[in-house]
């Protein structure tokens, strides 16, 4: 089991002060083993704040992150699930599933995070799984009818499920929702044994490849710092 903290959109100190102070109490470090961030963190202390939480964080970078490392999209893999992260201003129409479905086939991922609209989506679309965290802050997305509700995510990997808890902060109080997604992972058939050779040959065997020196579960691009 893996415990993946999925948040963006947070803006500070632009457009918020800070995070609400019911979602710092229960983000508390330790408990959380990876930070995937859809970006527009804006600000350093921001990204130090999310590191307690979880040294392993992974930020892409938004339409109003500065930092030039922050990569523009990451990809990545808790087996057998591949998850691709990117801001979402890439995506035209804004949110839209199509676009959005097409970003994912050229990842190759089966789940395809992002943010940018600052609204909560959790959605099985295409046989793919598509979660955008909303704004961690409840910042305001520029339009002029905008009052987003703040909402983040927490993603429980278990092999080939996905549970996904999304916690949005209504009328001053926490509200939490359970969404599920299934990967349908194809079994794989017994091989039988070759029959004995009559005669001394040389035999091959070959090891999985693996994940690299990041290991299973870590950003296959190397994170920037500030």
């Not at 097409?102 to 295409?126: K, N, P």
Request: charged share 15%; hydrophobic share 40%.
């Amino acid at each position: 089991m893996v415990l993946v903290l999925i948040i963006g959109d947070l803006h500070i100190p632009h457009r918020a002060h800070d995070l609400p102070a019911k979602f710092r109490k229960l983000l508390v470090p330790g408990k959380i083993q990876q930070i995937l961030c859809t970006g527009n963190v804006c600000d350093r202390e921001t990204y130090e704040y999310l590191r307690t939480v979880a040294s392993d964080a992974c930020v892409v970078r938004g339409d109003y992150d500065e930092n030039p490392t922050f990569p523009p999209s990451a990809t990545v893999v808790h087996a057998p699930i591949r998850i691709g992260v990117v801001h979402g201003h890439q995506c035209v129409p804004t949110g839209d599933l199509d676009a959005l479905s097409a970003i994912a086939r050229q990842m190759d991922v089966d789940v395809l995070v992002s943010g940018h609209t600052h609204t909560f989506q959790a959605i099985e679309y295409d046989g793919r799984f598509f979660v955008n965290p909303g704004s961690a802050t409840g910042a305001w997305t520029g339009l002029h009818n905008s009052d987003p509700t703040p909402s983040f995510a927490l993603m429980d990997i278990q092999g080939a499920v996905v549970v996904t808890y999304v916690y949005q902060l209504v009328e001053g109080e926490v509200r939490v929702e359970k969404i599920e997604y299934r990967k349908e992972v194809e079994s794989v058939k017994p091989v039988a044994a070759p029959a004995p050779l009559t005669q001394s040959n040389s035999v091959y065997s070959s090891a999985s490849g693996g994940f690299g020196s990041s290991g299973p579960g870590s950003p296959q691009a190397t994170q920037g710092v500030w």
